[in-house]
């Protein structure tokens, strides 16, 4: 027998699926059609990471490429590292709500997740010498941490040919500064408070606010009452029990209306 021949199929449309690949290419195409993030300098990236780590941060001063953060122990009286170091930024933070300027010393660590932040509060807390930039840090409960910052520093012609020199006139403005500002505004709190006392009248009664505005009119005294009738005197009680007219008896009134009842009167 002769085989049969297979009958020839009609050719059927071919219908193009789209594969993952095209799928792709019309993402990036979208992508491609978004406008640019607007460019930022290094300041600005810099500033976006700080304030991560210290959102009060408002502007950076100055920028050490690396430095190495070091404690001061009290029993061995030898300086120990304390695994922090890498960049060091000297920024100023926000204001104080009672008034005066903040900064603060921040170093990114770069062998591990612990920073270290301080704020600079006084001149007297920052010292330098040959090696360190010396900040100290007292506690409430009168305990002194004292730090040394070490940083990187080559003679010229490198880029960080007096980087810590710099960084340690930079610190101690800062600490000055925020001294500076503080005192004078819990000085000109004290002036606002010592002014406000002054405002009493002239018989020396303190006024209150409405009436050191004007807003109520403040009435004297009346010079003819003695000052007693001005205060609140103190309430009679009434007595409960009932009172006996002075000079009665009245066990004699008893045996008297017994004697009459008795004569039948």
């Not at 921040?106 to 509060?121: P, S, T």
Request: proline residues 9%; hydrophobic residues 35%.
């Amino acid at each position: 027998m002769t085989p049969r021949k297979a009958k020839p199929r009609a050719p059927q449309p071919h219908v193009r699926q789209p594969s993952d690949y095209e799928s792709d290419l019309n993402a990036t195409a979208l992508l491609d059609a978004l406008p640019p993030p607007p460019a930022r300098t290094n300041a600005q990236l810099n500033l976006s990471v700080l304030t991560r780590h210290e959102p009060l941060t408002t502007s950076i001063l100055f920028i050490a490429p690396y430095a190495v953060l070091y404690t001061f122990s009290p029993t061995s009286e030898q300086w120990e590292k304390c695994g922090i170091e890498g960049t060091l930024f000297v920024c100023k933070l926000a204001s104080h709500p009672a008034g005066g300027e903040r900064y603060s010393v921040i170093i990114l660590n770069r062998r591990g997740f612990d920073n270290f932040k301080l704020e600079l509060l006084e001149r007297g807390h920052v010292e330098e010498t040959e090696e360190f930039i010396i900040l100290q840090d007292p506690d409430e409960q009168g305990n002194v941490g004292v730090y040394g910052l070490w940083i990187f520093s080559v003679v010229e012609p490198s880029s960080t040919a007096g980087t810590r020199e710099r960084v340690s006139k930079v610190i101690t403005d800062c600490a000055a500064r925020a001294e500076a500002t503080r005192l004078t505004a819990q000085s000109a709190v004290i002036g606002n408070g010592a002014g406000m006392s002054r405002e009493v009248s002239k018989s020396g009664q303190v006024l209150s606010k409405q009436q050191q505005e004007g807003l109520i009119e403040w009435t004297p005294p009346n010079p003819q009452l003695p000052m007693f009738a001005l205060q609140p005197q103190p309430r009679e009680t009434p007595s409960t029990s009932p009172t006996r007219p002075e000079g009665s008896d009245i066990l004699g009134d008893l045996f008297r209306k017994a004697g009459l009842n008795y004569r039948g009167v």
